[in-house]
């Protein structure tokens, strides 16, 4: 009688340990994002991820369209304090076959004006919560360049004769003068703004 009690007190005392132990466990690799700073701008801007239980090397942070999983950025970035990444928002999205070991040749998705996720994971796999990041919309920015300049303008008067310039990704920035249209004007407009004979672009929408 006394070895049973012995047994079952050293089975439930081992059972505890091992509920700690996976507890414990658990804790110290739930990852959560707390803030991502700033939380919006246009490619190339360089974020800093605020959160817990990072990884020293090897946290693997997905940037990928609102909605439109199977575009996405993915990048392995350090921690090196367990609670803060930085990250570099990209100019391009790719499909997951860009990752493999022999990577596909199909084309990239330029990131345009819209809401993005940010978080920690896989391809498949969210280990983390999901935070959101705004690339904003720049009027006469027809390239999405982040900046507007005499490239846009030439893009614009080359659309406008016909041409159809394949790097005017961002029609709906072209009508800079409100007439619901993209024409030379608009084109005019953007290299006055250029040469700082304009102060600002009107911000105008072809799709509303």
Known sequence: MLNKKR?????????????????????QTEVTISSIEPSQGFYGTVVKITGTGFLSTDNTVIFRSTGQSEWFDKID????????????IPSYLSLSCHYDAFPCEAANLIVTPGLYDVYIGTITTIESNIVSFTVPFKTGDVDNSGTVNILD??????????????????????????????????????????VGLIIELQECSLTT
């Open 7 to 27: 047994f079952i007190i050293r089975f439930m005392l081992i059972v505890c340990i091992c509920i700690l132990f996976f507890q414990q466990a658990y804790s």
């Open 153 to 194: 303008a030439l893009m614009v008067a080359q659309y406008y004769v016909g041409l159809d310039p394949a790097n005017l990704v961002n029609f709906d920035a072209s009508d800079v003068n409100c007439d619901a249209g993209t024409n030379i004007v608009d084109a005019l407009l953007i290299s006055q703004f250029y």
């Open 77 to 88: 970035v350090d921690s090196p304090d367990g609670n803060t990444l930085t990250y570099t």
